[in-house]
DNA sequence: CCTACCGATCGGTAGG
DNA sequence: CCTACCGATCGGTAGG
């Protein structure tokens, strides 16, 4: 277990991010969940908005990779541009659902990284997008999905699908895997012919 | 035209909450953005809390009332379930691209707001949310709707909803109300039979 | 990882 | 609506 401790500051800071604001939480805010002194964390991080680009640098390596593999996988089983659709929305779905401290501060915190850093991280967002829009986009050359603008179609997708973190609660009645199938289902009934 | 100077600071702050967040933006940034000094905004305002508070309530009025007119629209012509979801889902779809930076700070910088104030807030987001998924529920009963749990498919088309205030620009290449038509369109067939 | 400390900025008040 | 100012807190550094 190397680098605990760094992953610890993360992990305090990605709760405290979500739930009052990157601005909101003061590094004595993150320091005190972790019992120690404000001024201890800077043996660990350099700066209060290097734990933000770590956590949301992470965040969107995860979708990355869940994209990937669900893409991956419609590849392999070589399936329509539908059940494509599905399992990328239900990979996305998941993701939000299980680590919802990542996927809202990714969401919504991007804005307090400065110039470079904020850039990369909002093409690494452009580049999700548009393959989610492609997507759609071969599903309506295939006549599988019907025919609206791909990019209305995906921010609509996108922005429920990040909705997730705002209110789904891991402990509750509905597993992450139940709500990833029903949100799955809503998006192709809305984009299916 | 009467307090005039006050909804300017509304404006002004609605903008910079919007961009920068309701933390990040300090009483002299607005001030700054009216060319006053910051002590002289609270000639105006009591508290800064207090501006934000005023843009979420009256943002909540402002949804409250296009639900309200959807409604009376709907019963008005006789409607089925489908077609009264629709035009409710174009009312807030409507309003969320027409006034992003208030939509955008009624949805996500509530939880600013002190204890009363906030639970006030939340109180008429539920109720909101509760109506809209009364009219889910309703069209299940009548068959028009597909059987969803009617809590998911509302929070699904709200985040949805939201998410417009976004990425959306009121002077881009679609209106308001072709957006709204798009979503309702989309929304409809997520739900539809 | 702590104590001690820094300059800057915060929301807000006094008094005109 | 301004000038002058307040105590509190901010992110971060020095030195151990």
Same mark, same amino acid.
């Given at each position: %277990?190397? @680098?605990?401790?760094?992953?610890?500051i993360e992990v305090?800071?990605? @709760?405290?991010?979500?739930?009052?604001?990157?601005?909101?939480?003061?590094? /004595?805010?993150? $320091? !005190?969940?972790?019992?120690?002194?404000?001024?201890? *964390?800077?043996?660990?991080?350099?700066?209060? @908005?290097?734990?933000?680009?770590?956590?949301?640098?992470?965040? $969107?390596?995860?979708?990355?990779? &869940?994209?990937?593999?669900?893409? &991956?996988?419609?590849?392999?089983n070589a399936v329509?541009?539908?059940?494509?659709?599905?399992?990328?929305?239900?990979?996305?779905?998941?993701?939000? &659902?299980?680590?919802?401290?990542?996927?809202?501060?990714?969401?919504?915190?991007?804005?307090? *990284?400065?110039?470079?850093? /904020?850039?990369?991280?909002? $093409?690494?967002?452009?580049?999700?997008?548009?393959?989610?829009?492609?997507?759609?986009?071969?599903? %309506?050359?295939?006549?599988? *999905?019907? %025919?609206?603008?791909?990019?209305?179609?995906?921010?609509?997708?996108?922005?429920?699908?990040?909705?997730?973190?705002?209110?789904?609660?891991?402990?509750?009645?509905?597993?992450?895997?139940?709500?990833?199938? !029903?949100?799955?289902?809503?998006?192709? /009934?809305? *984009?299916?012919?």
């Amino acid at each position: %277990m190397i @680098e605990t401790r760094r992953r610890q500051i993360e992990v305090a800071a990605s @709760e405290l991010f979500r739930s009052q604001g990157y601005a909101a939480t003061s590094v /004595r805010d993150i $320091a !005190r969940a972790l019992d120690l002194q404000g001024a201890s *964390l800077y043996s660990h991080v350099a700066s209060k @908005e290097d734990v933000l680009f770590a956590i949301v640098d992470r965040a $969107a390596s995860r979708f990355e990779d &869940a994209l990937r593999a669900a893409e &991956a996988a419609a590849d392999a089983n070589a399936v329509g541009p539908l059940e494509r659709l599905a399992s990328i929305v239900r990979a996305h779905a998941t993701l939000v &659902a299980r680590e919802p401290e990542l996927a809202s501060v990714f969401a919504t915190e991007w804005r307090h *990284l400065g110039g470079e850093r /904020r850039s990369s991280i909002l $093409a690494r967002r452009d580049a999700y997008e548009g393959r989610l829009r492609a997507v759609i986009a071969d599903g %309506m050359a295939t006549g599988d *999905l019907a %025919m609206t603008d791909p990019a209305i179609a995906a921010a609509f997708l996108l922005s429920a699908l990040n909705g997730i973190a705002g209110w789904f609660r891991p402990d509750g009645r509905l597993s992450a895997e139940d709500l990833a199938d !029903r949100y799955a289902d809503l998006a192709v /009934r809305a *984009l299916a012919t």
